[in-house]
């Protein structure tokens, strides 16, 4: 409120009221006092005291405050002549009673506004303690903790109240080192020292991978009990990437069931050749060489189960594969490079074949003939989709020569017709039959299947509309009737399973 809005009320008054009127009064009686306005920009100890500020008296908040931007302000001049002039922050806030003190040359003192306390923000304060040193007193707790340490640094200086302080110098290391509780170290002789090497084996027995070769360097003997074969049996590599040699080290430690699908592995030339125990192998879609792939087939003559999906296989690699007198399970399913002269040797090799998947491998006319014509006579399960050459002729002597069948796929082999599903009838112990996309075989000719007892599921995914599938269903009651979309015959893993290979853990 201004003088001019004083008139204004003034005005409205009648003259009797005029006379009477306390404010009218009262300027009357204060005509002589100096006029101010909230425009007005002066700090006039005169006009604070027309305000009635020189009734109030300050608390300790404010005189802190007060100190604080005294502080601040006397910082910025000193910084503006000589930037590197040191200093010393306190605490971090303002609501403690030590305030932040600069060590200048000179001491000096500036002029503070009102709003200076407003001005000086907090956080800078805050943000300089962490960088700064701080000043701490001989009454707080941190100075009597590190007084006895940190005496060589101390020195004394005047705070704003006119008090001489003993100081010591600690940066924020120096402060969490003080903070933290002493560790005593261990006293005593190694408690591994007085066990025994089949003690430590079992303990190490407990621990992943990962964690055991840490423990290798430790120390030798660490070193030595953590090489032992019975901790390395089992190794999960897949979807990792292994560096030059590697296979090599990992062969060192003689494991038992390896899993390398989905692996970048680097090459490996080795000048000897050191038979090794691998006996589980997957390399599944794995990025490797001809070269190292040679090297490792040529290092693993006891392979049971081999699984090399989707790889670029040699002559040479096939011709090591039949090498494998124990194989019992092989995987070729979308390999490249098989021909008619490496599936001989391979089924000539491995003649205690069970399970093989060579789907989709779009194997010559001739190389399918051999097939049909060398196939184990022990091979219990057969997956041979996907080969679009496959005639009638060659499913009756497939038939012929694998009586002992007991899951067969002939999914996708479009040239299959009528003929062929009359020469799988006497197959008496075949249990799951898929003939999915088979486009040539007559609807009604399914129904034949009703005479084989043993048959227990039917794959005939795309062929039927669901009229006719529900008929089927009917006829043949005895049947399951499209519950598997997906093959499993020979492949290391089903579904979401990537902790085990063939039903065997790769993991500890």
């Not at 004394?156 to 110098?169: E, M």
């Not at 090591?320 to 098989?338: D, P, V």
Request: some cysteine.
């Amino acid at each position: 409120m201004n003088a001019s809005a004083v008139d204004e009320d003034c005005q409205t008054l009648s003259p009797t009221q005029e006379i009477l009127s306390p404010r009218k009064r009262m300027r009357l009686e204060n005509s002589a006092r100096k006029s101010w306005s909230l425009m007005d920009r002066r700090t006039d100890t005169e006009v604070l005291q027309e305000m009635g500020v020189s009734l109030l008296e300050q608390d300790d908040s404010e005189i802190q405050c007060e100190t604080i931007s005294k502080s601040l302000k006397r910082r910025h001049d000193i910084e503006n002549v000589n930037p590197n002039v040191n200093y010393v922050a306190s605490p971090k806030s303002c609501n403690t009673k030590y305030a932040k003190t600069k060590l200048s040359p000179c001491p000096g003192t500036s002029k503070i506004t009102p709003r200076s306390c407003e001005k000086a923000p907090l956080q800078e304060i805050l943000e300089t303690s962490f960088t700064d040193e701080y000043l701490i007193e001989e009454e707080t707790p941190l100075n009597q903790i590190g007084a006895d340490c940190y005496t060589k640094g101390a020195y004394s200086v005047t705070s704003t109240g006119g008090r001489k302080l003993n100081t010591t110098l600690i940066g924020v290391e120096e402060e969490a080192i003080l903070s933290r509780r002493s560790r005593e170290e261990p006293q005593g002789e190694d408690s591994f020292r007085s066990l025994s090497d089949e003690v430590i084996l079992s303990v190490f027995k407990w621990l992943p991978k990962r964690t055991l070769a840490h423990c290798m360097m430790v120390c030798k003997r660490w070193y030595r009990v953590a090489c032992d074969e019975t901790l390395w049996q089992r190794l999960d590599l897949g979807n990792k990437t292994l560096s030059k040699n590697s296979i090599g080290r990992i062969l060192s430690r003689k494991p038992v069931i390896l899993r390398l699908s989905s692996s970048e592995i680097g090459t490996w030339q080795p000048e000897t050749v050191t038979p090794s125990r691998l006996q589980y192998l997957d390399l599944s879609m794995c990025s490797i060489d001809c070269g190292t792939l040679e090297c490792l087939l040529e290092h693993c003559p006891a392979l049971r189960k081999l699984s090399v999906e989707n790889l670029n296989l040699s002559r040479r690699a096939l011709g090591l594969i039949g090498k494998c007198n124990y194989m019992e399970t092989l995987n070729l399913a979308m390999s490249q490079g098989i021909d008619q002269d490496g599936l001989r040797d391979i089924l000539k090799g491995c003649t205690n074949l069970q399970s093989l998947n060579i789907s989709w491998c779009n194997l010559a006319e001739s190389t399918l003939q051999e097939l049909v014509e060398t196939l184990p006579q022990k091979l219990l399960r057969l997956n041979i989709s996907g080969a679009r050459k496959m005639t009638d002729e060659m499913v009756l002597a497939l038939v012929t020569r694998c009586p002992r069948l007991l899951e067969l796929d002939l999914s996708d082999c479009s040239s299959l017709g009528k003929d062929a599903l009359t020469a799988l009838l006497p197959l008496s112990r075949l249990e799951h039959l898929a003939l999915s996309r088979c486009y040539l075989l007559p609807p009604h000719a399914l129904t034949k299947l009703s005479s084989m007892s043993s048959l227990q599921y039917l794959e005939v995914w795309g062929m039927l509309p669901s009229t006719s599938l529900n008929v089927l269903k009917t006829t043949l009651p005895a049947i399951q009737i499209n519950k598997f979309m997906f093959s499993a015959i020979a492949r290391p893993t089903i579904g979401t399973k990537r902790t085990s290979i063939w039903g065997l853990r790769t993991r500890d």
